[in-house]
């Protein structure tokens, strides 16, 4: 007999608070085989790393290879070694929910072909995230600074405008000129284009997103416009020539720029810290959260975001959130990196940081059934640590009610604005 903390947590609408979905017609018209919706997540990097190797886990995702069996008997040894870790887990879910398999195995995959054609019909998409998965609604990065209006579903799938090429040091100088028809010349004109960003896009915008710790550390320091300007100058006549401190230089002053932008247009600042995705390269320096004081106490209104538990730095993205008002949470994506020691996170910020600091999920996913199995995973895990709190005598089930509705959908509804976004889009 299911809790009534366990039956909250299951019918409860969950906030998603960050994917890279593709859109719709790239679902229907191109998205992903059989193969690809089961493996094309996070569990590619884990089967490599336990052995299956580059090129066999490039064959099982490549769609135009027919012989099904064949590419998943390759990697059928290292899928029983990940199996049970937090991706392999994922992959379990989306073959139960979407195929109806118990066990993955070559003939049960070829039997599954006729469900996976059914899926990827027009409306199939919506249907999988708001239905079947119960989501709230979708917060998207999909690497692009335009946050248009998503006619598949306008009060569901809202966009982040990116800002990673700006932190990165790195603009891209001829798209911004496209996108804005302002000329960048000098650090004056880069700064108008950067606000002709956000006059153009911050109204149906959820947030302004980077991921820069993919290229470069997280620490920042403030740079004047006479550091910077000389910086850029270089830049403009060629692109190639600026050195990693030049580019740290330009990219720290451009993060301030869009951090006074998404204060001005009421917007929170995503970052993304700790784990990487993929394999074999992550300069654990890099990925920190504790760089970020700086920025942290500079910007004192404004909502940063800090992404990904910043795994495995959990002490200090405690200390931040339980220190800094203007930090948030985020345990997107961390459910499947490390469910254990998220699970084991969230017990730790009951007990430190305020309970409207914390957003539960987001799948950080490109295709629907990975988040619905993203969706489904966090929804177990969530209910295994606060019961746990319960069972130790730590929360009430009502608290542990109380704060789980908190996690799951009102603190993003608040820090999001979530309702005046969906009325921004509908009106549009």
Not at 63 to 83: K, L, S
Not at 104 to 112: H, N, P, Q
Not at 323 to 339: E, K
Request: charged fraction near 25%.
């Amino acid at each position: 007999m299911p809790s009534a903390l366990a039956d909250f947590i299951q019918t409860t609408p969950l906030c998603d608070t960050h994917e890279h979905l593709r859109k719709e017609d790239e679902y229907v018209d191109n998205g992903p085989d059989l193969l690809q919706n089961l493996f094309g997540n996070y569990v590619s990097a884990d089967l490599v790393v336990a052995g299956a190797g580059q090129a066999t886990v490039d064959r099982l995702l490549n769609a135009a290879d027919p012989d099904i069996r064949a590419c998943f008997t390759g990697v059928e040894r290292a899928w029983q070694a990940v199996r049970h870790t937090g991706y392999g887990e994922a992959v379990r879910i989306i073959a139960r929910e979407l195929y109806g398999m118990e066990e993955i195995s070559a003939d049960g995959l070829e039997a599954a072909l006729p469900r996976h054609a059914a899926l990827r019909q027009p409306g199939q998409r919506l249907h999988i995230l708001r239905e079947r998965a119960n989501l709230d609604h979708i917060q998207t990065d999909d690497f692009v600074r335009a946050c248009a209006v998503d006619p598949s579903g306008p009060d569901f799938f809202f966009y982040d405008i990116s800002w990673v090429n700006f932190v990165n040091g790195q603009p891209d100088i001829a798209a911004i000129t496209q996108e804005t028809g302002v000329t960048i010349r000098d650090l004056a004109t880069l700064r108008q284009a950067m606000e002709a960003v956000f006059a153009q896009n911050a109204a149906v915008a959820i947030a302004v997103k980077s991921q820069h710790a993919y290229n470069r550390t997280l620490r920042w320091r403030e740079r004047s416009d006479a550091e910077a300007a000389p910086v850029l100058d270089a830049y403009l006549r060629d692109p190639g020539s600026l050195s990693v401190d030049d580019r740290l230089c330009l990219g720290d002053w451009s993060l301030a720029r869009g951090v006074e932008l998404a204060i001005a247009h009421d917007l929170p600042f995503k970052i993304h810290t700790g784990y990487y995705a993929g394999h074999s390269r992550m300069p654990v320096d890099y990925i920190k959260p504790g760089h970020l004081c700086p920025l942290l106490a500079k910007y004192l209104d404004a909502r940063f975001v800090l992404m990904h538990i910043g795994y495995p730095y959990g002490d200090e993205m405690v200390a931040l959130a339980k220190h800094y008002p203007n930090v948030y949470v985020d345990f997107c994506w961390a459910w499947s990196i490390d469910p254990f020691s998220t699970g084991n996170f969230l017990r730790r910020c009951i007990h430190a940081v305020p309970s409207n600091k914390l957003f539960i999920f987001g799948g950080d996913t490109s295709w629907p059934g990975a988040a619905l199995a993203y969706a489904s995973q966090t929804r177990r895990w969530l209910t295994r640590a606060l019961q746990a709190e319960v069972t130790d005598g730590l929360l009430t089930e009502v608290e542990a009610i109380a704060l789980a509705g908190r996690y799951m959908r009102e603190n993003q509804y608040d820090c999001f604005r979530v309702e005046a976004k969906k009325r921004a889009q509908v009106a549009r």
